[in-house]
C-alpha cells in the first residue's frame, strides 16, 4: 500500500512540473475577460504562433488561477510602447491587481523617464531590474522572460538573466510598497494564488511562446 501511494505521490509530482502551454498559436482558449467571460472581436489576434494586440483590445486574464509556478513567455513592443505581464491578480475593493512584470520601450515611451521602477523586468513601481544584469534586445526584436513566483519569493528574468529578486513582507518589500503607488492596500500581493493577466495599454504588443510550470 505504502508502495502504491508513493508511485501515485511521484507521478502526481512529476505531472505538476510539466511545462504547460497557455497559447495554442490559433485562438484566445484559455483567456477570459475581466469579468471571466470569453473573449469576443476585440484588438488581440492570435496567427502562425504569435498573440497581438493592434493597440486597444482589453486585458486578457488567464482562466486559472496559479500559485507557485515558472512562467516563462517570448514578447515584443512597439515604439513607445507599454503593457505588462500580471500575475496572482486578485479582487483589491473596485481593481484587480498583482505584481508586474513591466513591459516598455524604455527610451521613447514617456513612463520610462518616470524611474527606474517604470522600465522594462521591473516589478512594477516597486524594485527595478538590475542594471548589471538586464539587457534588452534591439526594439522590434524578440525578448524572453521567465516569472518565478514561491511562496513570497518573486524572481523577474530577462533574457537568461535574472534582474529582480524580493520577499513579500521582508524589510525591503515594505519600504518599497510605503513608496509606491499601492501603498493603499497594505495587503496587496500577499494574496497565494490568483489570474495571470496580459496588459493592454493601448499600445502594439506581442507574444509568444507563453508557457507555465506549477510547482508541486
Known amino acids: 500500500m505504502k508502495s502504491l501511494l508513493l508511485s501515485l505521490s511521484l507521478a502526481s509530482s512529476s505531472l505538476a512540473s510539466e511545462w504547460v502551454s497557455l497559447f495554442d498559436g490559433q485562438s ?30 482589453g486585458n486578457l486574464y488567464s482562466e486559472k488561477e496559479y500559485g ?5 513567455f517570448e514578447w515584443k513592443i512597439s515604439k513607445a510602447g507599454n503593457s ?5 491578480v486578485t479582487q483589491y475593493g473596485k481593481q484587480l491587481l498583482g505584481p508586474e512584470y513591466q513591459i516598455l520601450d524604455d527610451a521613447n515611451h514617456p513612463d520610462g523617464k518616470n524611474g527606474e521602477t517604470r522600465q522594462t523586468a521591473a516589478l512594477y513601481d516597486l524594485l527595478a531590474a538590475d542594471p548589471e544584469t538586464k539587457a534588452l534586445k534591439p526594439l522590434g526584436e524578440w525578448n524572453t ?12 528574468f ?10 513579500i513582507g521582508s524589510d525591503q518589500w515594505k519600504i518599497y510598497h510605503a513608496k509606491s503607488k499601492f501603498k493603499k492596500h497594505p495587503t496587496f500581493a500577499t494574496n497565494p494564488k490568483g489570474r495571470l493577466m496580459l ?18
Open 28 to 57: 484566445l482558449k484559455g483567456w477570459t475577460d475581466a469579468a471571466g467571460e470569453a473573449i469576443k472581436g476585440n484588438g488581440w489576434t492570435s496567427k502562425d504562433g504569435v498573440l497581438a494586440l493592434d493597440g486597444k483590445g
Open 158 to 167: 530577462l533574457n537568461g538573466k535574472k534582474v529582480v529578486h524580493i520577499t
Open 145 to 156: 522572460s521567465l516569472i518565478i513566483a514561491k511562496g513570497n519569493h518573486l524572481q523577474h
Open 199 to 216: 496588459q493592454d495599454h493601448s499600445d502594439p504588443v506581442s507574444f509568444r511562446k507563453i508557457e507555465i510550470k506549477e510547482s508541486p
Open 84 to 88: 505588462g505581464v500580471k500575475y496572482r
Open 68 to 72: 507557485d509556478f515558472e512562467f516563462r
